[in-house]
T-cell receptor, first 114, second 117 residues
Framework: DGGITQSPKYLFRKEGQNVTLSCEQN?????MYWYRQDPGQGLRLIYYSQIVNDFQKGDIAEGYSVSREKKESFPLTVTSAQKNPTAFYLC?????????????FGPGTRLLVL | AQKVTQAQTEISVVEKEDVTLDCVYE???????LFWYKQPPSGELVFLIRRNSFDEQNEISGRYSWNFQKSTSSFNFTITASQVVDSAVYFC??????????????FGKGTHLIIQP
């Protein structure tokens, strides 16, 4: 089955620790995205990548980093510089960088700070 | 800058009632795309519909229908004969074709729909 997978489902972070969230897709999509969702809020864009080896900052990139070494993978690292990391993180992909294309979402990772 | 407003934070209706979720958007682009997504308790966003700004034809898909009106910058979503399985958070989102900003969706804050049996 084609789709987007995110792991882990739940992640716990200690103070000062970097953690990495995984996002994999087998849809052969060029573009991938990371969003953050806080309770009662809409999604906000963290980073996106329209092609391998290239990525751009979104609206709330501070304290996060990404890489795009393979077409199917777009991991997100939440660094210790992110002071309020507790949130639900959603990965998405679409066929190309064309803004008319529909984004499809993974099941999400819930990050909690210990 | 683009903006999406979903003024209804939470709506609660009894099963089989019709319900309309409102979405109002702001954009300076003449070409843009509007989306509706459903987020069930599991958390994953499920795509429902995409509408292009140059196509104002309303759409019906089973019990779901969408009313797009450029004159009022609205893209409302109606569920007819609601069912308990429709309970979820629903998001409206906007993508500008030529916007100079990031290539991402601008989301409203969502409407939590509760269908009571």
């Amino acid at each position: 089955d084609g789709g987007i997978t995110q792991s882990p489902k739940y992640l716990f972070r200690k103070e000062g620790q970097n953690v990495t969230l995984s996002c994999e897709q087998n849809l052969n999509h060029d573009a991938m995205y990371w969003y953050r969702q806080d309770p009662g809020q809409g999604l906000r864009l963290i980073y996106y990548s329209q092609i391998v080896n290239d990525f751009q900052k979104g609206d709330i990139a501070e304290g996060y980093s990404v890489s795009r070494e393979k077409k199917e993978s777009f991991p997100l690292t939440v660094t210790s510089a992110q002071k309020n990391p507790t949130a639900f993180y959603l990965c998405a992909s679409k066929r190309s960088g064309d803004r008319a294309e529909t984004q499809y979402f993974g099941p999400g990772t819930r990050l909690l700070v210990l | 800058a683009q903006k999406v407003t979903q003024a209804q934070t939470e709506i609660s209706v009894v099963e089989k009632e019709d319900v309309t979720l409102d979405c109002v958007y702001e954009t300076r682009d003449t070409t843009y795309y509007l989306f509706w997504y459903k987020q069930p308790p599991s958390g994953e966003l499920v795509f429902l519909i995409r509408r292009n700004s140059f196509d104002e034809q309303n759409e019906i898909s089973g019990r779901y229908s969408w009313n797009f009106q450029k004159s009022t910058s609205s893209f409302n979503f109606t569920i007819t004969a609601s069912q308990v399985v429709d309970s979820a958070v629903y998001f409206c989102a906007l993508s500008e074709a030529l916007g100079g900003g990031a290539d991402g969706l601008t989301f409203g804050k969502g409407t939590h729909l509760i269908i009571q049996p």
